[in-house]
């Protein structure tokens, strides 16, 4: 027991000493947050917490960009921005080459119907990688934290780019000198093969290999068990689009009613934002090895920057926390 109490407290200090290496850990996390909002339905939750732990002044939120090429998905994610009182917040788009997965139910259009926000789809929005760029140029030196909850187009195409406007640095320079550390939602452990991943697989396997800073993963083993929605579903403001989508959802998705839904996206933007080591074990170092079909396996070689969360706590401690977050109101 002496022994793994050693082990684990060896991984956190080497986890830190990566992402703090420079001396800001005191600073809150400044994220770029990367969504796919679909087709399934925790990203609602998930940006849902962003902005709660925003709002408690535990983060600020720089940027929202989409994965998902489909029409709906910034203009959602502009939808949920604006009701947390952050209409201002930049929204961008992946390029032509990423996924474009419609939910099954509709569940994007719908809300936007609901809401009377179709004009958003008439809004032009920037590039996702402009955006990338833009922010990171601007920002302090290991100072920007990215949460990726979809697919890695944007980060393969942010990693392919080269001097613009806003830098005379690449792609691959602005990551080495701006970023702290990307979270994302990805990959199975200790292997597997996960939506994530497998369904941009080549901008997966092009964003992991060139990838030069810490990278934590929480995998679809971890989301999985952890259920939520059910509560912001019943006890949420009607006015709230994160009511309307779990209790939509909830009802429509599987074509069945569901009580509650897995939480893999939420799982990662918690980590991300508060210290992991307070709901998981955090594992690692080690490299997070991929194939171009996307497959991933873990190599536990301790020269590498990757890392990967398992379960501590029973999963309902985790749920009750994250349901908390999901209803949080913010003032008008």
Same mark, same amino acid.
């Given at each position: 027991?002496?022994?793994?109490?050693?082990?684990?407290?060896?991984?956190?200090?080497?986890?830190?000493?990566?992402?703090?290496?420079?001396?800001?850990?005191?600073?809150?996390?400044?994220?770029?947050?990367?969504?796919?909002?679909?087709?399934?339905?925790?990203?609602?939750?998930?940006?849902?917490?962003?902005?709660?732990?925003?709002?408690?002044?535990?983060?600020?939120?720089?940027?929202?960009?989409?994965?998902?090429?489909?029409?709906?998905?910034?203009?959602?994610?502009?939808?949920?921005?604006?009701?947390?009182?952050?209409?201002?917040?930049?929204?961008?788009?992946?390029?032509?080459?990423?996924?474009?997965?419609?939910?099954?139910?509709?569940?994007?259009?719908?809300?936007?119907?609901?809401?009377?926000?179709?004009?958003?789809?008439?809004?032009?929005?920037?590039?996702?990688?402009?955006?990338?760029?833009?922010?990171?140029?601007?920002? !302090?030196?290991? #100072?920007?934290?990215?949460? =990726?909850? $979809? *697919?890695?187009? &944007?980060?393969?195409?942010? @990693?392919?780019?080269?001097?613009?406007?806003?830098?005379?640095?690449?792609?691959?320079?602005?990551?080495?000198?701006?970023?702290?550390?990307?979270?994302?939602?990805?990959?199975?452990?200790?292997?597997?093969?996960?939506?994530?991943?497998?369904?941009?697989?080549?901008?997966?396997?092009?964003?992991?290999?060139?990838?030069?800073?810490?990278?934590?993963?929480?995998?679809?083993?971890?989301?999985?068990?952890?259920?939520?929605?059910?509560?912001?579903?019943? !006890?949420?403001? #009607?006015?709230?689009?994160? =009511?309307? $989508? *779990?209790?939509? &959802?909830?009802?429509?998705? @599987?074509?069945?009613?569901?009580?509650?839904?897995?939480?893999?996206?939420?799982?990662?933007?918690?980590?991300?934002?508060?210290?992991?080591?307070?709901?998981?074990?955090?594992?690692?170092?080690?490299?997070?090895?991929?194939?171009?079909?996307?497959?991933?396996?873990?190599?536990?070689?301790?020269?590498?920057?990757?890392?990967?969360?398992?379960?501590?706590?029973?999963?309902?401690?985790?749920?009750?926390?994250?349901?908390?977050?999901?209803?949080?109101?913010?003032?008008?």
């Amino acid at each position: 027991m002496k022994f793994r109490y050693f082990v684990l407290s060896f991984v956190l200090l080497l986890w830190n000493s990566q992402v703090h290496g420079t001396g800001i850990k005191s600073q809150i996390p400044r994220v770029i947050f990367d969504t796919d909002m679909g087709p399934d339905y925790d990203d609602i939750g998930a940006i849902a917490v962003l902005h709660a732990l925003a709002a408690k002044g535990e983060c600020e939120i720089l940027a929202t960009v989409a994965s998902d090429g489909h029409g709906s998905i910034a203009p959602v994610i502009d939808l949920f921005n604006a009701y947390f009182n952050r209409p201002n917040l930049p929204v961008g788009i992946p390029g032509l080459g990423a996924p474009n997965f419609p939910s099954g139910n509709n569940w994007n259009e719908k809300l936007l119907i609901h809401f009377n926000k179709q004009a958003l789809k008439e809004k032009k929005y920037p590039k996702a990688v402009d955006v990338y760029r833009e922010i990171l140029a601007k920002e !302090q030196d290991n #100072s920007v934290t990215i949460i =990726t909850v $979809g *697919f890695f187009s &944007n980060i393969s195409d942010l @990693l392919n780019s080269g001097p613009d406007q806003f830098s005379k640095l690449s792609g691959l320079e602005l990551v080495k000198k701006k970023v702290k550390k990307w979270v994302a939602m990805a990959g199975a452990f200790p292997q597997g093969r996960e939506f994530n991943v497998e369904r941009d697989s080549p901008s997966a396997y092009n964003a992991i290999n060139k990838w030069p800073k810490p990278i934590l993963f929480s995998g679809f083993e971890i989301g999985d068990k952890i259920m939520t929605g059910g509560k912001v579903a019943k !006890q949420g403001s #009607s006015q709230n689009p994160v =009511t309307w $989508g *779990f209790d939509y &959802n909830l009802k429509t998705y @599987l074509g069945k009613p569901e009580q509650n839904r897995q939480s893999w996206d939420e799982t990662a933007v918690l980590c991300a934002i508060r210290d992991p080591a307070r709901y998981f074990y955090v594992n690692g170092p080690g490299k997070f090895e991929l194939d171009k079909d996307g497959n991933n396996s873990w190599n536990p070689e301790l020269s590498g920057k990757h890392y990967f969360l398992s379960h501590k706590y029973p999963y309902k401690v985790i749920a009750d926390v994250l349901d908390e977050l999901m209803l949080f109101e913010p003032k008008k």
